[in-house]
């Protein structure tokens, strides 16, 4: 028996399109250890490896043993580095095997899952009943790749390309398998998120997924080597690569995605639309506040790549600023290495931060200012001194130059950070159970229906709780901070006719006063590690403004009546962002 | 001749699901006749096998065997089949053809030549030829309806292939609209109509649809070429409706083969079942998407007197009339109109929300000046109730008919042939 507790797997840094003086670009992760079965099937992917168009199923990975108790990279190059031809037969036999795809798709799926759960400090569950998502690497002929949670799995197509001729196989492209894990991760984080509501909730799925694709890509030391240089060679002076200081200004950093890893980020999918040219448009829209408001936004894939362009634009500010706080080399060079490990540990630290931010998000009616306020108050606690590098600040002003401003109500007008629980004096928590409140939803919910006064909760609603999670973060400082993360929903169902007296607001102009209409109302419950009120981030029910405009929104779209599609919700999306 | 019309009689045809409007403009001393679309996907149920031929004789009767204009709003077979001609001279586009209209008129995403021209900016020509891949698209999806459907359900199948065949291309009755008449008109939002002097007395603003020019004035630049994407599905879908039945696509690793489809082991069959359903809807998916640009480039006319506004806008979607309603004039325009002929057969879609609650002559009954709307479609053809997708959405149908004179095609009394709605002007 092995006493390793990881394994390294070998996967694409980006995609078969991207080279290093022409050869593929490869990394090694470290993924939790596991018996695998052969798919590779583990405790959290079960990769079935059908082709719907060809009607064929293929032949699984078959994980290698263990040698002597050390586990094996099966695809790890061990050949000569020198010898060209020998390296390229092996790129070909792996991007001829399925079953190098089969692997390459775990082992992203699984590293992104593993992003989840460090952030958050807990196992993160799937957004459907069952413990094992379903991958399916070469689902059918088609440029397309989604998330189907009625399906619990992740189906990446294929396609031939007419630019290249060649064909292109979406599960080999690190983003877009990093992109619909996020998905999959993100609905069973918050499966509210996916109900009809506010414009800025319907862009945020996928604003996020870009999100984290692109700062999982770019947390590997190879792919932000490749933005900087585009594979070529740098200045060496006495063995140190360098880098000139006018490479890595802001703007130079955000030209050189656009043109280094932008341009070869999968030509063939960026052009013939799979991608959608998610990093590029993130990169090229220029700040402006008045975006959010303008037509062209309002479509709900539109509208995320602002907010993908907001952390872009932090992730870029964060990473100049601690180039900035390197020495130089002579008068204008850096060292390119420190350069990119400062850059890969920017994305990461971000990443991390963008994740965390999901526990302090209401469970529904998500806008990206309360989004924002989110994000400022989990790094917060984690990190009170954010002097050094100035992240939240960074985000603030980048949010803030796409017009995302935290909350005017219950935030911080300094800080922009939720403000803390006030009223921790009327609470009785005598009558429940510390150990169960870590854990147990019924032992919550008596507590939150006991305390529903002082929480100001409108009893009329059906309330229940959708969730109580433990949260366990490690500060600079080496401490750990803990918590409990509760969600708490509630549903009101009422007619047209009763909007006004029920809610106070007016139902929609042409609204028939026989309509339904189901209103809601949620909140988060942040307890610290004593167990007492932290923070209660709510969306009351009888928040009159909020009601009225998610009513006029989805009574405006069409949408108020619209059934949800658990299976193409997000293929319809992504169809649309490839026609835009 | 009389500068102004006195009275407009709107012969609302019983196509079923489909729109064919002739549009009478009665001057103190002659008539001039306007046809609006002529296409069915799906007569009544009651209907005779010969009723386009009936309803296109009754057109050249009505009109006295001239017409003044034929106005084809985009093409849609549910738009233009009734255009299309037989060998033998003898069908519904041959009589239509022989009442040798002075002007046809079309979006501009119709001009044949457009593709051709090579001073046309990109992007119109990558549209235009995006159109044609459209119609490839919809003619495999078809193929594959008729070769094999496996992994469809009836009703999905249903669904495909009424949208699919929509957008088949319709050769016949596309070149007889490019080929009819005295006079070719291609029109965009602000351009002429070409009915200026055909019809005194009556301003025809043309509302729809937007070039790519004045669409991108609201959406930034495009940043791809349309055709582009619509290529891309093309090429996938040939390979799969291409393939031999019994073979399927070439597999994507032959030599890494574990099971063939009928033979999967227990572990994969749970997936493979699913997958295959979403594969048949990942089609409706991209045929729903195709049959909404095609939609989006449908004509909108807004016809003014002195008196009286009269709306036809096709099928357009929100996307065709955004351009339109971006703009405050255009806006305070519409909100008197007095007949709405709604749009793409009653679906909630088609009639812009925003548009629809400003219109100030809804009201009741008893009210004198209320609006009229004209409705042609038939139920149970499009979409369902029990998905709020079912075409004519019963929510608008109840708002129209609470608010407005409706007049509508499904309830005409078997038949019928057409309704006569009289509009004093």
């Known amino acids: 028996m092995t006493r390793f507790n990881t394994r390294k797997m070998t996967i694409l840094v980006q995609d078969p399109s991207v080279r290093i003086a022409g050869r593929l670009v490869f990394a090694q992760i470290d993924l939790p250890y596991e018996d695998l079965a052969p798919g590779p099937v583990g405790y959290r992917v079960r990769v079935v490896d059908f082709d719907a168009s060809a009607n064929a199923l293929y032949a699984p990975f078959h994980p290698m043993p263990d040698r002597d108790g050390v586990p094996q990279d099966k695809y790890a190059y061990t050949g000569p580095d020198t010898d060209a031809k020998a390296c390229k037969a092996w790129e070909n036999q792996l991007l001829a095997d399925p079953a190098f795809h089969a692997q390459n798709v775990y082992a992203i799926v699984m590293r992104t899952l593993g992003l989840f759960e460090f952030a958050l400090g807990r196992r993160v569950a799937w957004g459907f009943e069952g413990h094992q998502l379903y991958v399916a690497p070469h689902a059918f002929l088609e440029a397309n790749a989604f998330y189907s949670e009625e399906d619990k799995a992740l189906m990446f197509g294929y396609f031939d390309s007419a630019k290249t001729n060649k064909r292109v196989f979406t599960c080999l492209s690190h983003d877009i398998v990093a992109h619909e894990t996020t998905h999959a991760l993100l609905d069973g984080v918050r499966d509210g998120f996916t109900t009809p509501s506010t414009p800025d909730q319907a862009a945020f799925h996928e604003g996020f997924a870009d999100v984290v694709a692109l700062l999982s890509v770019f947390s590997l030391p ?12 740098s200045k060496l002076e006495n063995r140190i690569r360098l880098i000139p200081a006018a490479q890595v200004s802001t703007k130079a950093i955000l030209n050189s995605m656009l043109l280094g890893l932008g341009k070869e980020f999968g030509a063939s999918l960026d052009d013939e639309g799979v991608r959608a040219d998610c990093l590029r448009r993130s990169a090229q829209i220029e700040p402006d506040p008045g975006l959010l408001q303008s037509a062209r936004y309002e479509e709900p894939h539109e509208r995320g ?124 928590y005598q009558r429940n159970h510390a150990a169960s409140m870590l854990y147990d939803k019924e032992e919550v919910f008596r507590f939150v229906w006991e305390n529903r006064r002082a929480l100001g909760l409108d009893d009329r609603g059906y309330l229940r709780i959708c969730s109580v999670r433990p949260s366990t973060r490690t500060g600079p400082d080496g401490f750990s901070l803990r918590e409990t993360v509760c969600e708490y929903l509630q549903v009101f169902d009422i007619f047209g006719a009763e909007a006004k007296a029920t809610l106070g607001m007016e139902r929609p102009q042409g609204m028939p006063s026989t309509q339904r209409i189901t209103a809601y109302g949620g909140g988060i419950i ?55 | 001749m009389a500068k102004a019309p006195i009275q407009l009689t709107i012969f609302a045809y019983q196509v079923g699901f489909g729109d064919c ?153 596309v070149k007889n609209l490019a080929t009819m008449g005295d006079e070719q008109r291609y029109i965009f939002h602000g351009s002429p109509s070409g009915l200026e002097d055909l019809l005194p007395g009556v301003t025809t603003h043309v509302l729809g649809p937007p070039t790519l020019e004045q669409t991108d004035t609201i959406r930034k630049q495009r940043s791809r070429d349309p055709n582009e994407f619509w290529q891309l599905q093309l090429r996938g879908l040939q390979a799969d409706a291409a393939a031999d039945v019994k073979s399927k696509l070439a597999p994507a690793f032959p030599d890494h083969i574990q099971a063939k489809g009928g033979k999967l082991p227990l ?78 057969h009653g679906s909630l879609n088609a009639t812009p929300r925003s548009m629809w609650d400003k219109f100030s002559k809804k009201g009741k009954p008893k009210d004198k000046n209320r609006m009229t709307s004209v409705l042609s479609t038939r139920t149970g053809k499009h979409g369902s109730e029990k998905s709020n997708t079912e075409v004519p959405r019963t929510t608008l149908l109840k708002e129209l008919a609470a608010q407005t004179h409706l007049h509508s095609t499904h309830t005409l009394p078997s038949g019928s042939l057409c309704e006569e709605i009289v509009i004093p002007l």
């Open chain 2, 21 to 173: 409007f002739l549009l009478r403009f009665t001057y103190p001393k002659e008539v001039r006749h306007i046809l609006i679309d002529f296409g069915t996907t799906g007569l009544s149920v009651d209907a005779e096998n010969d009723q386009m031929l009936k309803i296109a004789k009754d057109i050249a009767e009505r009109c006295g065997q001239q017409l003044d204009a034929v106005v084809a709003t985009h093409r849609h077979a549910d738009h233009i089949s009734g255009f299309a001609t037989r060998a033998d001279g003898a069908g519904s586009g041959d009589i239509i053809r022989q009442l040798k209209p002075k002007v046809v008129i079309q979006p501009w995403t119709e001009q044949l030549d457009l593709a051709r021209d090579a001073t046309a900016p990109t992007g119109h020509a990558g549209f235009t030829a995006a159109l044609s891949t459209m119609h490839a698209v919809a003619e495999n999806v078809v193929s594959f309806l008729n070769n094999r459907a496996q992994g469809l359900d009836d009703k999905l199948a249903d669904q495909l292939r009424f949208i699919g065949e929509d957008n088949l291309s319709n050769k016949s009755a």
């Open chain 2, 267 to 344: 572990n994969a069959r749970w997936l493979a079942n699913r997958i295959r359903k979403a594969r048949g809807e990942q089609f409706l998916g991209l045929v729903r998407a195709l049959d909404k640009q095609m939609n989006n480039t449908s004509v909108i006319l807004l016809f003014e007197t002195a008196r009286k506004k009269i709306l036809f806008p096709g099928d357009a979607q929100i996307e065709n009339w955004r351009y339109a309603l971006d703009q405050e004039a255009i806006r305070t325009m519409l909100e008197d109109v007095d007949v709405y002929k709604v749009g793409h």
């Open chain 1, 222 to 233: 190879k792919a932000v080597e490749l933005a900087l240089t585009g594979g070529k060679p």
């Open chain 1, 526 to 580: 942040i307890f610290d590690q004593f167990g007492r009120i932290k923070y209660h981030i709510e969306h009351r029910l009888d928040d009159t403004a909020r009601q009225a405009a998610r009513l006029e929104y989805l009574w405006r779209t069409g949408q108020l009546n619209a059934q949800q599609d658990g299976r193409n919700q997000f293929s319809n999306l992504h169809r649309s962002r490839a026609m835009a």
């Open chain 1, 305 to 428: 790549e602002l907010f993908a362009a907001a952390v872009l634009r932090s992730f870029v500010a964060l990473w100049s600023s601690r180039i900035e706080a390197q020495g130089k080399f002579g008068r204008s060079d850096y060292n390119l290495d420190l350069v990119i490990d400062a850059g890969a540990s920017a994305a990461a630290n971000l990443l991390t931060m963008a994740i965390r931010a999901l526990d302090y998000c209401p469970p529904i009616d998500l806008t990206f200012n309360a989004y924002l306020s989110a994000l400022l108050t989990a790094d917060s606690e984690v990190a009170p001194d954010d002097t050094k590098y100035g992240y939240r600040q960074r985000l603030k002003d980048s949010f803030a130059s796409f017009g995302i401003l935290p909350p005017e109500k219950g935030t911080d007008p300094d800080s922009g950070c939720w403000l803390p629980f006030a009223n921790d004096a009327a609470i009785v």
